[in-house]
């Protein structure tokens, strides 16, 4: 039987809790790049997760509950929209054969975001892990085209697929909402912490006086 929606977001919260604890601070350069599934969730807006959390943290929940609503829709489809179904099921045999998948198979935590770092202006990278996966994309045939009443008709479930996947998605937020507390309580308890301590030291790198003999060594003096 299908676990309800309340038992499998529990469970999602219980799993980033689970993680959270693991939780450090990037120490490579920020991304330029907002998070296109992070900015402006109502997922984490629902959980409390605030834009002053940090994105690893945030990350790590609005995927695990993505998947929840991903689920949902996926057997929804599979049971009321066959054209969208038979849609999806031609582009997975397509992506299976494809040999290299990068995006594929990741911790939470890591799912959904670039696979490459941004490149520095100048240095530009030999090989990308995103260039290589396109590569191999460019090799494996295209769909044949669908004729004109079939895209209507295929938009047509598209667009319930999306109603559904809003209905669900309000419930998912009314259901995280409950768990606010327990959100909280580890944010307070593992994440600030760490985030007051890196703050801490840049301002003590900032406040540092300047030391006259550091000068002088350089000077040969
Ligand atoms: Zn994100």
């Keep these: 039987m299908e676990r309800s929606l309340e038992t499998q977001v529990s469970q999602a919260v219980d799993a980033w809790l689970r993680w959270v604890p693991r939780w450090e601070p990037a120490t490579h350069r920020g991304r330029v790049a907002p998070c296109r599934r992070c900015l402006g969730s109502p997922i984490l807006s629902a959980a409390g997760l605030g834009s002053d ?3 690893g943290v945030q990350h ?25 179904q038979a849609e999806l099921d031609q582009q997975a045999a397509r992506n299976r054969a494809r040999g290299y998948r990068p995006a594929e198979g990741l911790a939470p935590e890591f799912e959904g975001l670039p696979l490459d770092p941004d490149p520095i202006p100048g240095q530009p990278f030999l090989f990308t892990l995103s260039g290589l996966a396109n590569e191999e994309e460019a090799q494996v045939p295209s769909l044949p085209p669908l004729s004109e009443d079939a ?11 999306d109603e559904y996947a809003n209905l669900i998605g309000r419930e998912v937020c009314g259901i995280l909402l409950h768990h606010r507390l327990r959100i909280h309580a580890a944010i307070v308890e593992y994440v600030e912490p760490q985030v007051a301590a890196m703050l801490e030291e840049l301002s003590q790198a900032l406040d540092a006086p300047f030391d006259p003999r550091d000068a002088g060594d350089g000077l040969g003096l």
């Design 60 to 84: 790590g929940l609005s995927t695990r509950v993505k998947t929840i609503v991903d689920h949902a829709v996926a057997e929804y489809t599979s049971r009321n929209l066959p054209l969208l």
């Design 53 to 55: 959390v940090p994105h």
């Design 151 to 161: 895209k209507i008709a295929l938009r047509r479930e598209v667009a319930l697929a």
